[in-house]
């Protein structure tokens, strides 16, 4: 089951409209419907809300792999997001058909997470001294 179905269940369960739901959480009932229509993600705060007016943990809603690709959204945007569906994918291939303990499974996707995250700060773009903020002029005006 996707976030998307976890959050729509849940909110049926707890007796709430998904207009109900989008205001106790702030948003706009419209975002509600993209979030259980699967069209967009929720980012980490409103997934927080979200789960708390639900009443679960956000463990209980998100999957690990899910919360990766929020974080990635959140960080590096459609593409950071993109990059980090097309791993998920790709490392769950390998396992398909194999006879790999759920533990293991769970432990190579946290190191290619982690090496994800490792690899865009190495190869985050280089911006040339003169676009950047002076770093020092900041440094001395404090004092």
Not at 111 to 125: G, H, P, R, S, V
Request: proline share 1%.
């Amino acid at each position: 089951m996707e976030l998307k179905d976890r959050i729509a269940k849940i909110r049926r369960m707890r007796g709430l409209t998904q207009a109900d739901l989008a205001e106790k959480a702030g948003v706009s009932a419209r975002a509600i419907q993209n979030y259980e229509g699967g069209t967009r993600t929720p980012k980490k705060d409103i997934l927080a809300k979200i789960a708390d007016i639900l009443g679960v943990d956000e463990k209980a809603l998100a999957s690990d792999d899910e919360y990766f690709v929020i974080e990635a959204n959140e960080k590096y945007g459609s593409k950071g997001k993109a990059a980090a569906k097309k791993l998920i994918e790709n490392a769950s291939a390998l396992f398909a058909g194999g006879d790999i303990s759920e533990e293991d499974k769970a432990n190579v996707m946290e190191a290619l997470q982690e090496a994800y995250w490792e690899a865009k700060i190495t190869n985050k773009k280089y911006t040339p001294k003169k676009y950047r903020k002076d770093q020092n002029s900041e440094e001395n005006s404090g004092e």
